[in-house]
Nanobody
Framework: QVQLVESGGGLVQAGGSLRLSCAAS????????MGWYRQAPGKQRELVAT???????NYADSVKGRFTISRDNAKNTVYLQMNSLKPEDTAVYYC?????????????WGQGTQVTVSS
């Protein structure tokens, strides 16, 4: 089992910055991939960024060049630095940890943190 606790959301004006944190605990040695997803009202949850245990990163096109995902292995924490925020970035952001045990994939989720960008 993996437990995830997010923090760092809030209200910010367009053009501003926020940093989200996700602290993992439990069976963290089993995690293969960590990432951030977001869900805006009335929309499906979408991928924002992922980072592998080896440090490879992947970003949604909509956030490339503005968001940066990183990890601190010593603190078992993943971060999402969000710069040049836009109103369309407003959503609940969820941390995800993925454990791959073929043929089964286990996904663990945090409770979500609200990010609101005002215009």
């Amino acid at each position: 089992q993996v437990q995830l606790v997010e923090s760092g959301g809030g209200l910010v004006q367009a053009g501003g910055s926020l940093r989200l944190s996700c602290a993992a605990s439990g069976s963290i040695f089993t995690i293969n991939l960590m990432g951030w997803y977001r869900q805006a009202p009335g929309k499906q949850r979408e991928l924002v960024a992922t980072i592998t245990s080896g440090g490879s990163r992947n970003y949604a096109d909509s956030v490339k060049g503005r968001f940066t995902i990183s990890r601190d292995n010593a603190k078992n924490t993943v971060y999402l630095q969000m710069n040049s925020l836009k109103p369309e970035d407003t959503a609940v952001y969820y941390c995800n940890a993925r454990v791959l045990r073929p043929p089964v994939t286990y996904d663990y989720w945090g409770q979500g943190t609200q990010v609101t960008v005002s215009s």
